[in-house]
């Protein structure tokens, strides 16, 4: 029987999981495994945190399916199959559910209920949680799984709120399937959701016009179905695979990517056509120094650009679809099916809003520097207030009333990605500082899930009962993150990563880009939690 959802709760546990994405089912799952109480809460009807609010045609994941599974349950491996290379949405929130089924995590949650407030109780050693529908939680351990995209960055247009037409985010897609057959769409955005969902809009709609402010690097997925092959392949590889996550050289920037030789312009274009032709965000991966030395980055884009003017017809369209002024791969490069074969269709128009900026939305379309467009529906493809926005989202509080808003004033800081100072006995699955969004979401939630859990046993076993970050080890720790950001390209583009899509927003790198981030995680640990105060 799962708890009930309208009855407001008043109670206490041992710890609180907020957010029933893959992260917060997995933490679910091992707090109640160390034998803690534990209660969850998702502002979604169900479990798949992001992968159910982001139902958008065309939406998949852009890691190879075997790979963005669970590590933890060899049966769990065993049990389920993928059907294709690339997962869809619907697959993978039916592996969600299959997972909080398969585990009997649904009875653990409190769904359709968020997060309002979350608040440290220092004469007590407790975090005091409550809802919107009224709930107030007492916990001992308040664990955010929040999620770093989980937060619409929503459009700031003028004259929005005047259109006649339906208007939809790609981070809120309805749960109906969306028919724009016969209608003229506008989409705004060409960041990786706008690039998955703009061709199966254009298939569908009479006319799309795409309204483009800054073109992204997007490789071919080259998806295709899964067989036994794939499988017996994965498996082989599967010991080796987990072992070069545990090793201290695993990390997008290693040592490698500074030591490493200038490959030839001619050696890159053969790597580079390999790549392309075998699809996916592998293309990343082609040279160590890639995202370090801008003489090798070049030739990429050169080798990028070269393709785009190859597919598209119009040489116009194809130059302003052409990413220039930042590095490949210092954005999250794209990855797609047909993407830029879709502007050669007679029905698509791209407006380059470097051109023609955009002016206003009217009752009945778009209006740029240069011209109005007669449209039936808007798609929005902005993406996310990322990594910091579902936190700020609550009012989360920490030692004499510090609001996380506050501490955070100046930019993001976490030690370890994984907790804060004055913020005792919370932790934060994939924040600020830790390598997140820069890898495998999956495998990355995993990790600090795992690293949390020994934590609280080893708080347990030695008699603890506060774990917290101490300020010097917090700041050394996000000065190397910002120091490893420094020495490669990343900061040469104005991303998300940088918070750089939210006005006002603090520009600080926030993933970890360095090396061995599970290994050093696994050596503070043995080393008795090194830069934590334990009470």
């Known amino acids: 029987m799962s708890l009930p959802e309208h009855v407001a709760l008043d109670g206490e546990y041992d710890a609180v999981v907020v957010g029933a994405g893959f992260g917060g089912l997995y933490a679910l799952h091992r707090l109640r495994e160390l034998g803690l109480s534990v209660i969850g809460f998702e502002a979604a ?64 949650i409190r769904f359709e209920t968020r997060v309002t407030a979350a608040a440290f109780n220092e004469a007590e050693a407790v975090w005091q949680v409550t809802t919107d529908r009224g709930d107030r939680i007492r916990a001992r351990f308040c ?3 929040s999620g770093c995209l989980s937060v619409p960055n929503n459009p700031k247009v003028g004259g929005l709120e005047s259109f006649r037409g339906p208007i939809y985010h790609t981070a809120r897609w309805p749960e109906e399937p969306v028919d724009f057959s016969g209608l003229r769409v506008g989409v705004i955005g060409t960041g990786s959701s706008g690039v998955q969902a703009i061709p199966l809009i254009a ?8 309204f483009q402010r800054t073109p992204n690097f997007s490789v071919p997925a080259r998806n295709r179905p899964l067989h036994d092959a794939d499988y017996e392949q994965f498996e082989a590889a599967y010991p080796a695979y987990l072992e070069s996550l545990e090793s201290p050289n695993f990390g997008r920037v290693n040592a490698a990517a500074f030591e490493a030789p200038i490959p030839s312009r001619e050696e890159q274009w053969r790597r ?14 082609s040279f160590p120094n890639l995202l370090t030395h801008e003489a090798v980055n070049d030739v990429a884009c050169d080798f990028v650009r070269e393709k785009i003017s190859q597919i598209v017809k119009d040489p116009k369209t194809a130059a302003a679809l052409s990413p220039t002024g930042y590095p490949l791969g210092v954005k999250r490069i794209c990855v797609d099916t047909n993407y830029y074969e879709t502007f050669n269709r007679e029905n698509v128009e791209l ?54 808003r506050d501490a955070w004033k100046d930019g993001p800081r976490a030690y370890l990605g994984l907790t804060v100072a004055d913020f005792p006995n919370l932790f934060i699955i994939t924040g600020p500082g830790s390598p997140s969004v820069i890898g495998n979401m999956i495998n990355a939630c995993e990790q600090h899930v795992d690293w949390l859990a020994d934590c609280i046993d080893y708080m347990r076993k030695r008699g603890s009962r506060i774990l917290e970050a101490e300020p010097a080890a917090e700041r050394a720790w996000m000065t190397h993150v910002a120091e ?52």
């Open 143 to 145: 664990v955010m799984a």
């Open 351 to 404: 407006v380059n809003l470097k051109e023609e900026p955009l002016d206003r939305i009217t009752t009945d379309g778009v209006t740029t520097s240069a011209r109005q467009f007669e449209l039936d529906a808007l798609v929005f493809a902005t993406g996310f207030d990322a990594i910091t926005g579902a936190l700020f989202a609550m009012d989360i509080r920490g030692r004499n009333d510090l609001a996380l």
């Open 484 to 535: 490893m950001a420094e020495r490669t390209l990343f900061p040469k583009a104005n991303s998300w990563y940088l918070g750089a899509n939210i006005a006002g927003k603090p520009r600080v790198f926030m993933p970890y880009v360095g090396e061995g981030y599970r290994f050093k995680c696994a050596e503070i640990a043995a080393r008795g939690y090194e830069g934590f105060r334990l009470v």
């Open 272 to 285: 580079y056509e390999e790549l392309w032709q075998e699809g996916g965000g592998g293309f990343l991966l």
């Open 203 to 210: 298939e569908a709609a009479a006319k799309a016009v795409v």
């Open 45 to 108: 009807p169900e479990v798949g945190g992001t992968w159910h609010w982001n139902r958008y045609p065309g939406v998949r994941c852009d890691v190879p399916s075997l790979y963005y599974s669970y590590t933890w349950s060899s049966d769990l491996r065993r049990e389920w199959r993928w059907s294709e290379k690339y997962a869809t949405q619907r697959e993978i929130l039916d592996y969600a559910r299959y997972v909080a089924e398969r585990f009997e995590l649904c009875d653990l």
